[in-house]
C-alpha cells in the first residue's frame, strides 16, 4: 500500500484514539494509597517502585558489540555474569515444555512461575536485564514494546500500593533461560508475571517463536510513576474499537459471535485448543482501508519485539491476511465489561477481553493473548 494511504490509516486511527479514550475511566497516580481508580487530590510524593525507577533509566554501555540472536547470547551471558550462582542456577534451566508453560494471568503468588524474580536482584543486575530486554523487545515506542512492559510493572505497582497485597508489584515477575543461551541450539527466555509474559524461542541461532504472549492491565487507565503516565494496554483496546466500528452493519453481523465472552479461550493452560472452524467475517471480503484495519491492530503485538523480529513475523501475517478472520462479542466500542474479540489467521491467533476488575472494582480491565497455531512455544 502506498505510504500516504498509510498515513491517512493512521490518522483515522488516531481518530478513533481521541473518541474512545473518553470511554476510560480518569487517570489514577501510582503514589495514591486511597483504592480510587480517579487519583488523589492536591500534591503527592511519587513512590513507584526502586524496580521501576531503576528499569526506566538509559541503558548502560555493555562489551555486546554483535548483532543479531549473537547479541543476545551475549547480553543474556553478561546478565548471568553480575548473578550469585545460587541465583545464576535459579535462572539458567532445562529447556522443557512444561518449563516453557510456566505462564499464567494470575499474580506469581496465585500460580508459580520459574526462574528469578525482579525483586530479587540488585540495581546493578536490574541494569543487566534491562539491556537484555531492550535488545529483544522494540524501543523507543510510547506504550509499545519495552515501555509497555515497564507500564505493565508500573501498573503492579500500583496494585500493590492500594491494597492488593504482596503478590502484585514489579518484584513478582520473572525471569528465565530454558536452555543455555546459545547461537546453535534450542533455548528460550521466559519474562513472566501477572498481566504480562513474554516468550522469545530460539533454535539453530535464529527466533523460532515469541508466542503464547500475555498481555494485559489493571487499571486500564492510565497511571503515573517518576515523570512518566503509562497507558500501557489501551492503543489495543482503542484499534479494535476502529477495527469494529469501522464496519458496515451488514460485516458487523457477519462478526458477531453468537455466544457471550468473560474471558480469554486460549489463554493460561490452554494450549493447542484452537477452534477447528473459524468463525466471523473473512478478512479478503473487506475494502483495503478495512483490510488495513486489521492489520493496524495485529501490528500492535508483532511490533512489540525487536525490529527484525517483528518484520519476520509481520510478513508472514500480512500474507495470510486475506484467510484471516474477525470476530467479536458484545458491543463494538470495546468498552464495557463482557466486550470481546478475536483474529484468527492460518497463523495468527489474538484476543482481546474487556472484563471485571479484580483489584480495582466495578471497572473493566483488559486481558489479551497472542498465539501462532503453530510457532507457540517455538513449534515445540
Known amino acids: 500500500m502506498k505510504r500516504k494511504n498509510w498515513t491517512s490509516f493512521l490518522l483515522i486511527l488516531l481518530g478513533f484514539s481521541a473518541l474512545f479514550g473518553s470511554c476510560t475511566s480518569t487517570d489514577v497516580d501510582a503514589t495514591s494509597t486511597t483504592g480510587s481508580t480517579t487519583g488523589s487530590t492536591g500534591t503527592t510524593s511519587n513512590s513507584s517502585s526502586s524496580i521501576t525507577t531503576t528499569l526506566s533509566a538509559t541503558a548502560t554501555t555493555t562489551t555486546c558489540g554483535s548483532t543479531g540472536v549473537a547479541q543476545i547470547v551475549c547480553l543474556a551471558e553478561a546478565f548471568k555474569a553480575t548473578l550469585s550462582s545460587t541465583q545464576v542456577s535459579t535462572v539458567q534451566l532445562t529447556y522443557s515444555k512444561a518449563n516453557a508453560q510456566k505462564w499464567s494471568n494470575l499474580p506469581a503468588g496465585m500460580s508459580s512461575r520459574v526462574g528469578i524474580n525482579l525483586g530479587a536482584l540488585s540495581d546493578t543486575q536490574l541494569l543487566a536485564f534491562r539491556n537484555l530486554m531492550v535488545a529483544v523487545l522494540a524501543l523507543n515506542g510510547m506504550n509499545e514494546g519495552y515501555d509497555e512492559m515497564l507500564g505493565n510493572l508500573v501498573a503492579d505497582d500500583y496494585l500493590n500500593s492500594i491494597g492488593g497485597g504482596s503478590t502484585y508489584g514489579a518484584g513478582n515477575y520473572y525471569l528465565s533461560f530454558l536452555g543455555t543461551p546459545s547461537t546453535s541450539s534450542l533455548w528460550a527466555i521466559l519474562f513472566t508475571g501477572h498481566h504480562y509474559t513474554q516468550p522469545i524461542t530460539f533454535n539453530a541461532g535464529a527466533v523460532t517463536g515469541v508466542t503464547p504472549a500475555f498481555r494485559g492491565t489493571e487499571p486500564q487507565a492510565a497511571v503515573t510513576a517518576?515523570?512518566?503516565?503509562?497507558?500501557?494496554?489501551?492503543?489495543?483496546?482503542?484499534?479494535?474499537?476502529?477495527?469494529?466500528?469501522?464496519?458496515?452493519?451488514?460485516e458487523q453481523s457477519t462478526a458477531k459471535l453468537s455466544g457471550s465472552y468473560n474471558d480469554l479461550v486460549l489463554g493460561p493452560g490452554q494450549d493447542g485448543k484452537f477452534p477447528a472452524t473459524k468463525s466471523g467475517l473473512q478478512v479478503g471480503t473487506l475494502s483495503s482501508d478495512k483490510q488495513a484495519l486489521v492489520?493496524?491492530?495485529i501490528r500492535l503485538y508483532v511490533n512489540d519485539l525487536d525490529a527484525s523480529t517483528s518484520a519476520a513475523v509481520l510478513t508472514k501475517y500480512t500474507s495470510e491476511l486475506a484467510n484471516t478472520y474477525v470476530a467479536y462479542s458484545g458491543t463494538t466500542a470495546m468498552a464495557s465489561q463482557g466486550d470481546y474479540v478475536r483474529i484468527d489467521g492460518p497463523s495468527v491467533w489474538i484476543e482481546f477481553s474487556y472484563q471485571g476488575g479484580v483489584i480495582i472494582k466495578n471497572t473493566p480491565h483488559s486481558h489479551s493473548v497472542w498465539r501462532d497455531h503453530t510457532a507457540d512455544y517455538g513449534g515445540n
Open 226 to 250: 517518576g515523570s512518566r503516565t503509562y497507558q500501557a494496554f489501551e492503543q489495543e483496546r482503542v484499534a479494535f474499537a476502529a477495527l469494529l466500528t469501522g464496519l458496515s452493519t451488514t
Open 295 to 297: 492489520l493496524a491492530a
